[in-house]
């Protein structure tokens, strides 16, 4: 059974700092290209940050680029978010998504149950 637990979310005041973290279980890790995602209330949800597989290649929104660093450690299987300088538009429900190609083209998708993030003063 594959597992996707999202951990760090919590409340923080604009221009703090979260780290949020995605364990990944059940799954062969290392072939999974990983993503974050947010939804805020009202609104569709959209990528944030993209990690492929080895060699690790990242994208960004251009929201949070320069704010928000994704990364992997394959040894842990676990994928990470590093969100600096928040912003009360960053106020989100962040998912965890794992992603790869099956052997017939289909892509495999897996989701998180999400982690809430609130940037407030």
């Known amino acids: 059974q594959v597992q996707l637990v999202e951990s760090g979310g919590g409340l923080v005041q604009p221009g703090g700092s979260l780290r949020l973290s995605c364990a990944a279980s059940g799954l062969t890790f290392i072939n999974y290209a990983m993503s974050w995602f947010r939804q805020a209330p009202g609104k569709e949800r959209e990528l944030v940050a993209r990690?492929?597989?080895?060699?690790?290649?990242?994208d960004y929104t251009d929201s949070v680029t320069g704010r928000f660093t994704i990364s992997r450690d394959n040894a842990k299987r676990t994928v990470y978010l590093q969100m600096n300088n928040l912003k009360p538009e960053d106020t989100a429900v962040y998912y965890c998504?794992?992603?790869?190609?099956?052997?017939?083209?289909?892509?495999?998708?897996?989701w998180g149950q999400g982690t809430q993030v609130t940037v407030s003063s």
């Open positions: 990690i492929t597989t080895t060699p690790s290649r990242t």
């Open positions: 998504k794992a992603d790869r190609i099956g052997s017939w083209g289909a892509t495999i998708v897996y």
